[in-house]
C-alpha cells in the first residue's frame, strides 16, 4: 500500500498546486490513500465547507488541520457533520469534531488517522504524549494502519513524540513549520517519520507569505499584515510504503514538486 501525506497548504496558490499536481503523484506513483494538512488553506487561516469540498473531490480523503483549526468561524458549522475533517485530539473533549477517525482504506484494511497539536511554543493544551496513550487503548485492534499528524513547532517535542511511539503507530508525520526536512526514516522499532512534510504553496515566500512584510516585521519588531504570496507554486509532500503482508513501512520518501503558478 502507498501512502501519499500533503504538507501544509496554504491558501490559493496552495489549493493550486495540490489541484494541478495531485493528480500527476498519484498517477505516477500508484498512491492508494490521500492525506493532506489543510489548516492554511482559506487564506493562510483556517479551513471553511467550501475548501473542504474542493479537497474531498480532488482525491484527499482525510483532511488534518493544527493550531489554526479554529481561525474561520464557519469550521463551527460543519466539522462535527465532517469525519473526514480531523481538528487535533489534545483540544478539551467538549471542542466541535474529532481529533482521530478509522476509514476504510484499500485492500480492505482499516486506517486510523490521528491529529494531534504540540506544546512547545504553542497552545498549552493536553499532554499529546498521554492523548496519544489515550486514543490507542481505544484503538485497539480496530486499525490496521496508524498514521499521525503531529503539527507542532518544536524539532525537540516532534522527535520525542516519534521515539515514544515507535513500534506502537506506522508512521508519524510532522507539520507546522512549512519547511521540508531531510530526516525521514524508519525507526528501530518499525515506525516511519519526518520531521515536517513541508508546505504546499508560493515557493518564493516566507513560509508562505510575502517576504517583504515578513522582512519589515524581523526589520521594525512591529506588528503588521501577513499576506500570501504570489508567483511559482510547489507541493511538498512523502509517499510512504507498507508492506501489503506485515503492514509495515518499508520506505518513505521525500517529494517536492515545483510548477508556474
Known amino acids: 500500500m502507498r501512502i501519499l501525506m500533503i504538507g501544509d497548504i496554504v491558501g490559493k ?51 488534518t488541520m493544527g493550531n489554526h483549526v479554529w481561525d474561520n468561524r464557519e469550521i463551527l458549522g460543519f466539522i462535527n457533520d465532517e469525519p473526514r475533517l480531523l481538528r487535533p485530539a489534545n483540544y478539551p473533549e467538549d471542542c466541535p469534531g474529532r481529533g482521530y477517525n478509522i476509514y476504510d482504506g484499500p ?3 482499516r486506517i486510523a488517522v490521528i491529529n494531534l497539536s504540540g506544546r512547545v511554543f504553542l497552545a498549552n493544551l493536553e499532554c499529546p504524549f498521554r492523548t496519544m496513550d489515550y486514543i490507542l487503548r481505544r484503538i485497539h485492534n480496530q486499525a490496521d494502519i496508524i498514521l499521525v499528524d503531529f503539527h507542532a513547532e518544536a524539532t525537540s517535542e516532534k522527535q520525542a513524540l516519534s521515539w515514544y511511539l515507535d513500534g506502537r503507530v506506522t508512521a508519524v508525520f510532522g507539520t507546522h513549520t512549512h519547511v521540508q526536512t531531510a530526516d525521514e526514516t524508519i525507526l528501530p522499532g518499525g515506525t516511519a517519520y519526518i520531521t515536517d512534510v513541508g508546505m504546499t504553496g508560493p515557493w518564493q515566500s516566507v513560509l508562505g507569505m510575502k517576504t517583504r512584510q515578513v522582512i519589515e516585521r524581523f526589520l521594525t519588531q512591529r506588528p503588521g499584515p501577513f499576506e500570501i504570496a504570489a508567483g511559482p507554486i510547489q507541493l511538498d509532500a512523502v509517499i510512504l510504503d507498507i508492506d501489503d503482508s506485515s503492514l509495515r513501512p518499508v520506505s518513505i520518501q521525500r517529494i517536492k514538486q515545483r510548477v508556474e503558478a
Do not use: Y
Not at 488553506?41 to 479551513?47: H, L, M, Q, V
Open 107 to 109: 485492500f480492505g484494511r
Open 13 to 63: 496558490p496552495g489549493r493550486k498546486a495540490a489541484s494541478l499536481l495531485l493528480p500527476i503523484i498519484t498517477r505516477e506513483h500508484k498512491v492508494d490513500f490521500v492525506i493532506a494538512n489543510g489548516e492554511n488553506a482559506a487564506g493562510g487561516r483556517g479551513i471553511n465547507r467550501e475548501i473542504t469540498d474542493e479537497f474531498l473531490r480532488m482525491g484527499i480523503e482525510v483532511i
